[in-house]
Nanobody, 122 residues
Framework: QVKLVESGGGLVQPGGSLRLSCAAS????????ASWYRQVPGKERELVAG????????NYADSVKGRFTISRDNAKNMVYLQMNSLKPEDTAVYYC???????????????WGQGTQVTVSS
């Protein structure tokens, strides 16, 4: 059974830090690109940060560049999002995402976690 389970969300003051974790199971995590998305009520889910399967390349939304860092540990089937200098506008539900492509069958599998709430407020 494929699972992505996020943890680490919570309430933090502006300027503070949080580290989100995502535990993957049920598939070959090291073969999947991973990302963090976020969503606020009434808005579309947006990409926050992504990392390639081996961790060699990352990308970030302009709004979080220089503040957030995505990383992964394939030995532990984990992906992380270190969030520093948090702002109220970072408040959202954060979702872990993994995408696995099977070239021999041209199949693409997309997996989502259940989300974790991050609230930045004084």
């Amino acid at each position: 059974q494929v699972k992505l389970v996020e943890s680490g969300g919570g309430l933090v003051q502006p300027g503070g830090s949080l580290r989100l974790s995502c535990a993957a199971s049920g598939f070959t995590f090291s073969s999947a690109a991973a990302s963090w998305y976020r969503q606020v009520p009434g808005k579309e889910r947006e990409l926050v940060a992504g990392i390639t399967s081996a961790g060699g390349s990352t990308n970030y939304a302009d709004s979080v560049k220089g503040r957030f860092t995505i990383s992964r540990d394939n030995a532990k089937n984990m992906v992380y999002l270190q969030m520093n200098s948090l702002k109220p506008e970072d408040t959202a539900v954060y979702y872990c995402n993994a995408v696995r492509v099977v070239l021999v069958t041209s199949s693409r599998y997309t997996y989502w976690g259940q989300g974790t709430q991050v609230t930045v407020s004084s």
